[in-house]
């Protein structure tokens, strides 16, 4: 493992000495098997747990630190790692262990007039390259996603967690070392120079893709930079659309499920739009303000009730993460459906109601990643999708949309079988 | 349709203004059933036959400025359109009409354990660039293509084809006009202005993908600097490795065939490794030779035959696109995929051999988009791939991979259907 910090001219070298080394990794795992790849993400789950008291010394240091810089006690809530958080992060890899390995799957099989035998088949992708902050559990998390679908990694983690993912990273390389996986195939980056994050965003050719995991800073840097395509949402303004013909109680429940139940999520509730037609419009505003959430409206929706502030026109595009919800009064599908055109973020969007055409018409015609009838936009996740695991979720329309986990992590190559087919 | 320049501050307003119109059209596209699309492509079709007149007086205003500019011969005759060419064209718009519409396709279906249905359905990517050079049938091959999957185009022909391009395109909207597509589906930039091309690939957010279509000089300025994904490949370096279990009559036909049958498509053999341990190496070099091929090889494979001049450094890595090869003598399956690992561009490889277990390795080992077992490379193309057509082949390790048709210009949305699930 590289914690001694090698002698490099500069960052751009640095990242394509250790991309090198990780994409020449990568060919070892692309021929792993199943069996082999699962094996070894058991040894990494039993090696963290053999590993248990020098992680914890190491996150003790990290939290020292914290302390004295001053983070808030949420951040070094995030940080902190304790006995059953470890026991966490070594279950979630035996779960990613168990999961189906998306590479060698056949996606479809044709047979072309010249009798030549095409076949696509999923392939790992190559290096991916996972920039995320303070939660130390992203180390194992994303290593063992990307290890499962046959990827190499190169991880950068937060400067406050560096203690902490390098004494995490040593266990995991360990483990997997121990049943033949090469120890470049996860990289920790040996430095915390911010200039390196911009040189992994500019390795394209090298790093084939780069998820950020973090706050909205990080993602709107990493957006910004990347050359390497980004697999990474921005904003989630969720949007849920109370059509005139909603069960009520329905409405109500699903309502505050969606805003209240985590607000500080992507798929939380942002904006709430209630049909001019919809009868019980007072009773669901009512229910969302008892919970607890400010609620900022458009003038129709401030006479509903005499708690719901006046909204801003930033309001319509301001993902909250917060007790806090806009809303506004709209005339019929059509208003509904250009309200989301203009604000939504593209990642979940619902509708509620027992009409059924209105529903296909929403789910058609919303243009977001994830589009849901009758349902919480909370649900928006890829353990709640069946996926087992999530390295993200995508808003971007190329490549994989919504909850991304081993299928997205993979690519596809033709395979042509001939019996001594030239073109004529 | 926009003839008339328009007056703008920059090409960045420009494009912007296009983007934004050819965005909103795409919103009516989408809402299009599969008939609606074949109709009005068909209706496009007959329209462009209807031109015919005015399209090729336009033709012979670029002809005449091409001759005055000096344009070679090749040149002229890629440029130049008659009855026949453009009944060639006509009846390609038909052919797409024809293709199975993607959009509207589920991919899958699942349940959930909380009870939520989800679906993913194949929705269009939104707005396209296209960027092509001297070719007018590009014009309306990739138009037909976009459409056909739901999404709208911005196309950016080059100079010498201005006045093909913009008649073309003015019988196409008249012809899709007429079956409801609205104008701005489809739209020709107004300006030759090269840096209207730089505002097309800073577009990010605005035009979803860009296509290029063209020679090697276009396809890495459109790569180098795209701020939008690409589909594209910039070399078509392809190797064909006779291992030494091949039949020798096959190994020779398909050598021949893969180089010769047309040495300037992407898809020519540039590079033959041949194995130590083949019985035969010295008839498929020699036919290669006989056939008007020259030969640039290493020590040994300039032994084979005295005819083979010394290759250099620079031949294992250039895309000769003439009837010009490199060859090179290689000891056995590991030094033939080391050699391509390190020289292949990616787009397609092959083996000749009888022995299944070393076509399997080489088929799962070499990382390229297409991987053929005894057939030419020649093949690598959409059409003999049954996809009906073709955008373009694609080298990227994302979103699409090899020959790209319909599919490939479609990307997915999770509909979510529940019955008034909350997250609990």
């Not at 130390?136 to 991880?155: E, H, Q």
């Not at 957006?223 to 989630?236: F, I, N, W, Y």
């Not at 003038?299 to 909250?320: F, G, K, L």
């Amino acid at each position: 493992m590289a914690q001694v910090l090698p002698m490099h001219d500069d960052a751009d070298t640095l990242v394509g000495d250790l991309a090198r080394a990780g994409r020449k990794a990568q060919r070892t795992l692309a021929r792993m098997s199943d069996a082999d790849k699962a094996r070894a993400l058991r040894s990494a789950a039993a090696s963290l747990r053999a590993s248990a008291a020098p992680i914890l010394e190491a996150n003790a240091k990290d939290i020292a630190a914290g302390q004295a810089n001053g983070l808030s006690g949420a951040m070094l809530d995030r940080l902190r790692l304790d006995e059953e958080r470890l026991e966490g992060i070594a279950a979630a890899i035996e779960n990613v262990a168990g999961l189906p390995d998306p590479v060698g799957q056949v996606i479809d099989r044709s047979t072309a007039p010249s009798g030549l035998e095409l076949v696509r088949r999923r392939i790992p992708i190559g290096l991916i390259g996972i920039i995320y902050e303070s939660r130390p559990n992203v180390t194992a998390d994303a290593a063992a996603l990307c290890l499962r679908s046959g990827n190499a990694a190169l991880l950068r983690g937060g400067s406050e967690a560096v203690h902490s993912n390098r004494a995490i990273m040593t266990a995991l390389v360990a483990g997997l070392a121990k049943e033949g996986v090469p120890e470049a195939a996860i990289q920790l980056m040996p430095t915390q120079d911010r200039e390196a994050v911009g040189a992994m965003l500019r390795a394209a050719g090298l790093i084939d893709m780069i998820v950020p995991r973090g706050g909205k800073g990080l993602v709107e840097r990493v957006q910004k930079d990347a050359r390497v395509p980004v697999l990474a949402h921005l904003d989630g303004i969720c949007h849920t659309y109370i059509h005139a013909a909603a069960d009520p109680a329905m409405a109500e429940e699903i309502a505050v499920n969606a805003k209240m139940r985590r607000t500080g999520i992507c798929g939380s509730l942002e904006t709430l739009l209630l049909d001019a037609n919809f009868p019980a419009s007072g009773k669901v505003v009512g229910a969302l303000l008892d919970a607890g959430c400010e609620l900022r409206g458009d003038a129709r929706a401030q006479a509903i009730d005499a708690r719901v502030r006046p909204a801003s026109a930033n309001d319509w595009d301001t993902e909250y993460l917060d007790a806090i919800a806009s809303v506004a009064v709209v005339d019929g599908m059509d208003a509904a459906l250009d309200h989301i055109a203009r604000h939504s973020s593209g990642h979940t969007d619902a509708i509620v109601t027992s009409d059924d055409t209105a529903a296909e018409r929403f789910l058609a015609e919303v243009d977001s990643a994830i589009v849901m009838h009758n349902a919480s936009t909370q649900f928006a996740d890829g353990g709640e999708f069946g996926l087992g695991a999530e390295i993200g979720i995508a808003t971007g329309r190329l490549h994989a949309r919504g909850p991304v986990a081993l299928e997205g992590l993979t690519t596809y190559k033709w395979q042509v079988l001939g019996t001594g087919q030239a073109r004529p």
